[in-house]
Nanobody, 127 residues
Framework: QVHLVESGGGLVPAGGSLKLTCAAS????????LGWVRQAPGKEREFVAA???????????NYAKFMKGRFTISQDYANNKVHLQMNSLKPEDTAVYYC?????????????????WGQGTQVAVSS
């Protein structure tokens, strides 16, 4: 079982930046994909970004189209962490951001396919 703990959320003005961190523990290995999913009030969960977990320097990543280069996902393999750097934040980015993981996923953009979820961290962007 994989345990995920998010940190780094908070309140920022529009145009600001935040860096979210997910600390992963448990039986995580190179078969896993880790990522971020968000959920705004009254809306469905939405894919944000995903990255293939491995020790290689090169690893694929995938982003939701709405981010348009504003967000960057990265991994710290030695410390079992995944980061989400968020720049040029907009009020519509306000949501609870969840760290997610799965080792049996066919479509990384589908939140329902992730089998492991953190408790979430709140991001609020003021206008």
């Amino acid at each position: 079982q994989v345990h995920l703990v998010e940190s780094g959320g908070g309140l920022v003005p529009a145009g600001g930046s935040l860096k979210l961190t997910c600390a992963a523990s448990g039986r995580i290995d190179d078969t896993y994909v880790l990522g971020w999913v968000r959920q705004a009030p009254g809306k469905e969960r939405e894919f944000v970004a995903a990255i293939k977990w491995n020790a290689e320097e090169e690893h694929w990543s995938n982003y939701a189209k709405f981010m348009k280069g504003r967000f960057t996902i990265s991994q710290d393999y030695a410390n079992n962490k995944v980061h989400l750097q968020m720049n040029s934040l907009k009020p519509e980015d306000t949501a609870v951001y969840y760290c997610v993981a799965s080792n049996s996923i066919t479509d990384v953009t589908q939140p329902s396919q992730y089998t492991n979820w953190g408790q979430g961290t709140q991001v609020a962007v003021s206008s």
